[in-house]
Every structure is written in C-alpha cells, then in structure tokens.
Antibody, heavy 129, light 108 residues
Framework: QVQLVQSGSELKKPGASVKVSCKAS????????MNWVRQAPGQGLEWMGW??????????AQGFTGRFVFSFSFDTSVTTAYLQISSLKAEDTAVYYC????????????????????WGQGTMVAVSS | SSDVTQDPVVSVALGQTVRITCQGD??????ASWYQQKPGQAPVLVIF???SRPSGIPDRFSGSSSGNTASLTITGAQAEDEADYYC???????????FGGGTKLTVL
C-alpha cells in the first residue's frame, strides 16, 4: 500500500543538527512532490515547503526564513526524502511530518486541485540542553 | 499570521450538521483542502478540490466554497468526528501553501 514511514524520535542539544527521513513506498516516488509540515507542541500545522522530486527544486515557506535553517533533499534510489535542520533551538521542538503532495489543473474550473494525500506518522524532534 | 483563518472552536450535537469555515482572499482563486487530526495522530485528508473525498472518507463529509470562504460540512456528526480540522490552500502568490490555524470540533 501507499505509505510514508518516517524515522524515529530525536533528542538534540541546542546548536546541533538533525536529519529526518521519510521512506516512500507503494507509488512512483518521482511522480509526486514531497512536502514538510511542522507542528509545535499544542500548536497547529505549519507548512515548511516542498521539494520537486523530479527536478530537485525546493520551495521553502517564507515564514521560516531567517530564524530557521533547514533544507530538503531526497534519494530516488531508496525512495526517501530528507529534512535537515541545523542550529537547532529549543523552540524548534516539534513533530515534523512529510506529506505527499498532489496538484492537478482542472481545466473546467480553471482552478488547481491541491492536496496532501498521504502523510508520514511524524517525527518528534526535541531540543533541550 | 495566517493567510487563511478558521474559528478556533466549534461544537455540534451528536447527529446534527456542522459547518467549519476557512476564510482568506486566496480562496477566491484556489481551492482549499481539509485535514482531520485526532490527538497523537498524523493529519488525514478528508476533502480536496471542489468537493472530492479520498477513498475511505465517509460521505457525511463534504466541501464547498463561496467567495473568500471555503467550508467543510459534516452532515450527521458522529462521536468519532471529534478532532482538529485544518484547511490548507495556496497563498496569494500561488507559490506557497498555507494552513489555517485549525478548528477544534467538539461533538456533544
């Protein structure tokens, strides 16, 4: 079946880096974008951005630039996407989700039909000294 | 701040109909998608596009849109529908996605 399986929880010290993996199976990896979503404890969902798994081009959410150093990558040979976060701070403590993105243009309405249709189970990253 | 906004809390009596809304200027140009999240679980897509449901989502969930407002309607709410619901759409540039702040639905 189609699924995304993420790596396990991480406990990091401030200033450290972490790399979260997201293993895709059950579909052609390069046919869909991969999105990353953050959820701080008790808070809502925040879209971090996405990576085009055909071209490798990443798009990062504007609200994260400046205070948050992260990057997206993937390895098609193992159908796995990665989120790397550097210079971790306590406020980066959150659950990080990967989510498969689909986007189709509806010619009848002239609208794009977007959705995050498959989600990983989430990876908890805790930052504490 | 969010480009799309939701009411933080909504309640509904068991078996009744409830509408959860999402407002934002970008919704005049882009569809919203809706996600259900229960405590300790990953979000699940429930509605996307004009009014499409993924396989396995009950038909009591439906979506609609008018002007700058997208709506998720649950017709005959069940106890298991108690959850947080998030809308997502493109922002005004069309290049980025944005989530609403979420609506906590309580089924009484």
């Amino acid at each position: 079946q189609v699924q995304l399986v993420q790596s396990g929880s991480e406990l990091k010290k401030p200033g450290a880096s972490v790399k979260v993996s997201c293993k895709a199976s059950g579909y052609t990896f390069t046919n869909y974008a991969m999105n990353w979503v953050r959820q701080a404890p008790g808070q809502g969902l925040e879209w971090m951005g996405w990576i085009n798994t055909k071209s490798g081009n990443p798009t990062y959410a504007q609200g994260f630039t400046g205070r948050f150093v992260f990057s997206f990558s993937f390895d098609t040979s193992v159908t796995t996407a990665y989120l790397q976060i550097s210079s971790l701070k306590a406020e980066d403590t959150a659950v990080y989700y990967c989510a498969r993105g689909r986007s189709n243009y509806d010619f009848w309405t002239g609208y794009y039909v977007d959705a995050f249709d498959i989600w990983g189970q989430g990876t908890m990253v805790a930052v504490s000294s | 701040s969010s480009d799309v906004t939701q009411d933080p809390v909504v309640s509904v009596a068991l078996g009744q109909t409830v509408r959860i809304t999402c407002q934002g200027d970008s919704l005049r140009s882009y569809y919203a998608s809706w996600y259900q999240q229960k405590p300790g679980q990953a979000p699940v897509l429930v509605i996307f596009g004009k009014n499409s449901r993924p396989s396995g989502i009950p038909d009591r969930f439906s979506g609609s849109s008018s002007g700058n407002t997208a709506s998720l309607t649950i017709t005959g709410a069940q106890a298991e529908d108690e959850a947080d619901y998030y809308c997502n759409s493109r922002d005004s540039t069309g290049d980025h996605r944005v989530f609403g702040g979420g609506t906590k639905l309580t089924v009484l």
